[in-house]
């Protein structure tokens, strides 16, 4: 990725240009200290003077009023707020009208920043003060004051916070009073500029020291840039939180969110005092020192998939290369490439007007449609459909170009979703909401709805990232998360009545992704990199889990590594310096997968006696067992040295009924009140009290006896052996009540015991000769 600068010879100013902001993704104006303001047509190469400024008016920075989320007549900015040297700030329409002119500071004021919504102006000033202004310009509140100049001001991206700086500190000061004020030294010298990003949380911060610093929104470093030869005077976020700009003097620079460096330009500009991102995210415009306006795009992005590199050469052209044959197909465009995504065999591109699907057996006829409205800020592919985010609304498509659904929840804002807060499987999309970071909203893909019986999923902590798996029946899809303390969770996505458990995988997970081909799942974990090879095994059997898992050192991916991709066996990881990483794993779970989900139980157990590895024989375990094949799940046990449970499964066999061997399955995966629930419904209402009595649970089995009026005196035998075991005395009130004058008989007991099992095998055995009756002709 690179930035491709374009200058004019000659500067349109004549003195430094201290501002610049982006109306349409086509359109800039521009304030400099020769008192215009200018505008920019990058279609037809025009300048216009808009408003000369009275000559004791020095703009210092303007931004313009936020178009109105989600209302689709309003498509650019009407009016903008511009800040100057008199202690004024001004709101001036598209037109250059000064609609108002407000004394705000002593001093210059030298920032001023409209929040998301726009209902409320934040302006700073060399008196050190911070001020918050309503939409007309009358003074709400004094936010904070200090004996130093404030030189930059950004809003939290929910509106509730401001980060300002003081001095080398900087400070984030929520708008409620009386709640807790974060305030950390940031850098070695003054701080000239901050930025914070809506959509990823993360705080930019540059200053005299020569540094640009990336924080986390707890004020944790996350990256610290090298010394430049000049002080950065400028910093900026894409929209989209996944690339940032640096201006310093003779210098451009383009960044990934986590620091690292893509391109560094050194155009003839002076120091950069100002960066705009345009809308859609593919340029910059910076304001320069020498009356110049810089503008640079952002080019040459690379896609990968499998054997296929796309690379963006032009504003409107793609090149496609397939590494197998070294064939190079070109891709042109009507208008220009915003964003893409290649994936499952399809590359999806969306332009400013249209959407592109091309599939990768054949480039030349691509399927297109006309996107709603807006600019789509992110695509996520799935093997059946994609989906498109844009400001107002989450679209779902075929790769057909069909519209499939539009799903919608309650105060969504769709401008700040990211790939760690949405995620799409075949059937299913998951959306972590911004307002309440602790849900996640469920959807079935089909149709929009909600998915079950439209309960959300909620977690005890705040949700970091998200992840649906790919394959298998929609009954059993999954969705993996992190949540705040870095903790790795999975539960079931289908939700009805009851509450799935929320099952914790592992701990200080940094990033997840699940295989495109199979239900396996990997993940960085403090310094081991981890893949779950069947993580359905907590379900099934929690102690074998760690038999299970995959393990290797990740010291060599250093600090903040990412999860890139997990396509086939090859997991690539993007280090912190920007360098890709690719692991290769075994491929033989993902084989074992794909016969266990087309029920070749020889085969796999074919391929476990081949491949000799107890991570395998430890997966088909699991998977037996979640698949109810209790001969494969002997072998796969006894394979594993488990003993007992390979005991377990045999007596299981023996058993009567099919009604009391599914429910001594269920017992082995540890689900007692589904296994009882099985007993009570078919009847067998002794075989349900006997398994609480094993488990010692003798509450619930005195409960199911007196309930069914039956073998009472059965549960008081073993209780009373029970505490004759351990010398105890009885003390629960509800034994004591019901052994009252009650005597009791062994040999009547077991003769009881053996009637009840003598009934049970007659029922089977009867239900079996008339089902065998009905099989004849």
Not at 175 to 197: E, F
Not at 275 to 290: H, L, Y
Not at 406 to 413: D, I, N, Q, T, Y
Not at 709 to 718: Q, S
Request: one cysteine or more; proline letters at 3%; glycine letters at 6%.
């Amino acid at each position: 990725m690179r930035l491709k600068i374009s200058l004019l010879k000659e500067p349109k100013h004549q003195e430094l240009v201290s501002c610049v902001g982006w109306t349409t993704a086509e359109e800039l104006y521009s304030c400099s200290d020769d008192h215009q303001i200018v505008k920019w047509n990058l279609l037809t190469s025009e300048t216009t003077q808009i408003v000369k400024l009275p000559d004791d008016i020095y703009p210092i920075d303007f931004h313009w009023f936020p178009k109105s989320l989600g209302v689709k007549k309003q498509t650019q900015a009407e009016s903008f707020v511009l800040t100057s040297s008199d202690g004024k700030f001004h709101l001036i329409s598209k037109l250059g009208r000064v609609e108002k002119s407000v004394e705000a500071h002593c001093g210059a004021v030298l920032a001023g920043r409209w929040n998301y919504e726009g209902t409320a102006l934040v302006t700073v000033g060399e008196d050190g003060q911070i001020k918050i202004w309503s939409k007309t310009g009358m003074l709400r509140s004094t936010l904070a004051q200090q004996g130093t100049p404030v030189y930059s001001v950004a809003w939290g991206p929910d509106s509730e916070k401001v980060l300002y700086t003081a001095g080398k500190q900087l400070i984030i000061k929520p708008l409620q009073p009386n709640a807790k004020v974060l305030q950390w030294k940031a850098h070695d010298g003054i701080i000239l500029k901050v930025d914070w990003n809506s959509v990823n949380d993360l705080i930019l911060s540059a200053g005299e020291d020569c540094k640009y610093k990336v924080w986390d929104s707890y004020g944790r470093p996350l990256y610290n840039s090298q010394p430049h030869e000049h002080p950065i005077t400028s910093v900026a976020w894409a929209p989209d939180g996944e690339l940032f700009a640096v201006g310093s003097f003779h210098t451009l620079r383009l960044c990934d969110k986590t620091g690292w460096s893509y391109a560094l330009e050194k155009p003839n500009t002076g120091s950069i005092f100002n960066i705009a991102w345009s809308i859609d995210g593919t340029q910059i415009a910076g304001a320069c020192g020498n009356g110049h306006v810089v503008f640079a795009h952002v080019v040459e992005q690379h896609w990968e998939w499998k054997n296929f590199q796309v690379t963006l050469t032009k504003r409107r052209a793609m090149q496609v290369r397939n590494v197998l044959n070294d064939a190079v197909d070109l891709l042109e465009f009507r208008d220009r490439v915003i964003k893409a995504s290649l994936n499952y065999a399809h590359l999806v591109v969306s332009t400013s007007l249209q959407c592109y699907v091309f599939s990768t057996k054949n480039w030349n006829t691509p399927i297109i449609f006309d996107l709603k409205e807006g600019t789509v800020s992110l695509i996520l592919q799935a093997e059946r459909h994609f989906l498109l985010v844009d400001g107002s609304s989450i679209y779902l498509y075929s790769y057909e170009g069909r519209f499939i659904s539009s799903p919608k929840f309650p105060g969504m804002r769709t401008d700040i979703l990211n790939a760690q807060t949405v995620s799409l499987s075949n059937d299913t999309i998951a959306i972590r909401d911004k307002a309440d970071e602790k849900i996640i909203f469920l959807f079935e893909a089909s149709t929009g709805k909600p998915l079950g019986d439209g309960k959300f999923l909620s977690h005890k902590n705040e949700i970091l990232e998200i992840a649906l798996d790919q394959k298998g029946l929609t009954n059993d899809r999954k969705i993996a998360f992190i949540d705040k303390n870095r903790d790795l969770c999975i539960t079931s996505v289908k939700r009805f009545g009851k509450e799935e458990q929320i099952i914790k995988l592992g701990t200080m997970v940094h990033t997840l992704a699940w295989n495109d081909t199979c239900n396996i799942l990997c993940g960085l974990q403090d310094t081991r990199f981890i893949v779950w090879y069947y993580p359905n095994t907590v379900y099934v059997d929690r102690d074998i889990l760690p038999k299970t898992l995959y393990e290797r050192d990740a010291s060599e991916f250093s600090k903040n590594p990412h999860i890139v991709s997990f396509v086939g066996n090859q997991v690539t990881i993007r280090r912190a310096d920007g360098s890709l990483v690719h692991i290769s794993i075994s491929p033989y779970p993902a084989i074992l997968h794909e016969y266990v989900s087309s029920s070749k139980w020889e085969d796999a157990v074919r391929l476990c006696r081949f491949v000799k590895e107890q991570t395998m024989w430890a997966c088909l375990a699991a998977m037996a067992v979640a698949n109810r094949d209790m001969t494969t799940a002997e072998i796969a046990y006894a394979a594993i040295g488990e003993i007992d449970k390979v005991q377990y499964i045999n007596s299981i066999k023996n058993l009567p009924s099919k009604e009391s061997k599914m429910a001594h399955i269920l017992l082995f995966s540890g689900n007692i009140q589904e296994a009882e629930i099985v007993l009570l419904q078919a009847g067998l209402v002794y075989q349900a009290i006997q398994i609480n009595i094993n488990l010692y649970n003798w509450e619930r089995a005195l409960e199911l006896a007196v309930k069914y009026k039956t073998h009472v005196d059965t549960v008081l035998a073993y209780r009373q052996k029970f505490l004759e075991t351990f010398g105890k005395q009885e003390t629960n009130k509800r034994y004591l009540h019901y052994a009252e004058g009650l005597q009791i008989d062994w040999e009547k007991i077991k003769a009881k015991i053996e009637m009840e099992i003598t009934k049970e095998r007659e029922q089977s055995s009867s239900s079996q000769s008339s089902k065998s009756m009905g099989l004849k002709p």
